[in-house]
C-alpha cells in the first residue's frame, strides 16, 4: 500500500499532512481506549510489540510492486484482534516510520498519505468490529465470516485510500485508472489470506491462554465486553 514517489506532488501533498493530522487523532482516540482499559503501562508495552511487527510485515515479508502501489501482508485485522486497536494504531504508524526512516527515505515524503491509507481503514475496521462481533463473545471465538468481514473492510478500505491518492494526483485518465485497477485486484488477494491467518491465531492464542491472557495482549481477547 505504499504510495509510489511522483503519486502525488507539488502543493498537492498538503492535502496529506491534513490527513495525516487526522488519522493521529483517530489513533489518539484509540490508544485513549486502551489506557482506560489496560493502563499506560499495557498501551506502551503492546504498541512496541506491533511496531515489530508491522517493521517486519514491511521489511521481511514478501512485497511486490503492482500499479500505483505496492500489495503488502498487513495484518491489520490480526493486530486489532490481539492487540487492540490502539497498539494496532500505534505500530502502523510507528513501524511505517521506521521504515522508511532506516531502509526506505524515499518514502518518506508519503509518509502522511501512507499513515492515513493504514489508521483511517483500521477505525472504521474497529467500529465495524463493535457491530458484528457480540458483546458476550470474546475475539478468540470469531467466527471465519466475521473475520473476513473485518478483513475486507481494512483492505476495502486501503484499496480505496490507494485509489483516491492516484486520481486526486494523476486525474481520470484512462492509464492511471488501469494501474488503479490493477493494484485493487491484486490487493483484494490478500482477503484470501487474511482471515485464515486471523483465526490461526487466534486459535494459538486460545490454546495458550495461560500466555496470552494478560496485559500484553487485548483484553477482549479472552473475556466477553464488561
Not at 490481539?82 to 508519503?110: E, K, S, Y
Not at 470474546?138 to 486520481?167: C, M
Request: one cysteine or more; glycine letters at 10%; hydrophobic letters at 55%.
Amino acid at each position: 500500500m505504499h504510495i509510489e514517489p511522483g503519486v502525488v506532488d507539488g502543493a498537492k501533498i498538503v492535502l496529506s499532512y491534513a490527513t495525516a493530522a487526522g488519522s493521529v487523532g483517530l489513533a489518539g482516540k484509540m490508544a485513549a481506549d486502551t489506557i482506560r482499559n489496560g493502563g499506560v503501562a499495557s498501551l506502551a508495552a503492546r504498541s512496541v510489540m506491533t511496531t515489530a511487527l508491522v517493521f517486519c510485515f514491511f521489511q521481511v515479508l514478501p512485497h511486490h510492486p503492482v500499479g500505483v502501489s505496492e500489495v503488502h501482508l498487513i495484518l491489520g485485522s490480526t493486530l486489532y484482534l490481539i492487540f487492540g486497536g490502539g497498539p494496532a494504531a500505534i505500530g502502523l504508524a510507528l513501524g511505517l516510520l521506521i521504515q522508511g526512516l532506516f531502509f526506505a527515505p524515499f518514502d518518506l515524503p508519503q509518509y502522511g498519505m501512507n499513515v492515513t491509507t493504514l489508521i483511517v481503514p483500521l477505525f472504521a475496521m474497529g467500529m465495524l468490529a463493535k457491530r458484528i462481533i457480540p458483546a458476550d463473545i470474546a475475539y478468540k471465538d470469531v467466527a471465519y465470516r466475521q473475520a473476513l468481514a473485518l478483513s475486507t473492510t481494512y483492505q476495502g478500505g486501503i484499496v480505496a485510500w490507494v485509489a483516491f491518492w492516484a486520481i486526486y494526483g494523476h486525474g481520470f485518465g484512462a492509464a492511471n485508472l488501469a494501474q488503479v485497477a490493477s493494484f485493487g485486484l491484486a490487493y483484494m488477494t490478500v482477503i484470501i489470506v487474511e482471515p485464515l491467518v486471523d483465526l490461526g491465531v487466534l486459535a494459538v492464542a486460545k490454546n495458550l491462554h495461560r500466555l496470552t491472557d494478560n496485559a500484553l495482549f487485548e483484553q477482549r481477547l479472552h473475556h466477553a465486553a464488561a
